[in-house]
């Protein structure tokens, strides 16, 4: 092992995670992804557009066009974040799973819980 110091092996971010979404438009991520930044449910919202979904649904298999979103906000706020997300999404059953962290660079790991306290 070298001579890293805990601050250049990375701050401890298990408190947090990425939480994957996906939505029919780059609109409807867009609304979804800022209306969890303005209630502080997340820190950020990552959007990406032209995303191709192949899935089966109601029997038959399926390809669309979707946005991805992926929000890194505190694990206790999972529950009120995909509570919320149902709320304003516009799919029956949504997508939208939480991605535990490890660690990360200690200076965005503050951001990131200064942005959801």
Known sequence: MNSETAADAGADATDLA???MTAASRADAARIGRALVEERLAACVNILDGMTSIYRWQG???ESAEAVLIAKTRRALFDRLAARVRELHGYEVPCILELPLGRGNPAYVD??????G
Do not use: P, Q
């Not at 951001?111 to 959801?116: C, D, F, I, N, P």
């Open 18 to 20: 990425f939480v994957y």
């Open 60 to 62: 038959a298999v399926e």
């Open 111 to 116: 951001w990131l819980r200064e942005g959801t």
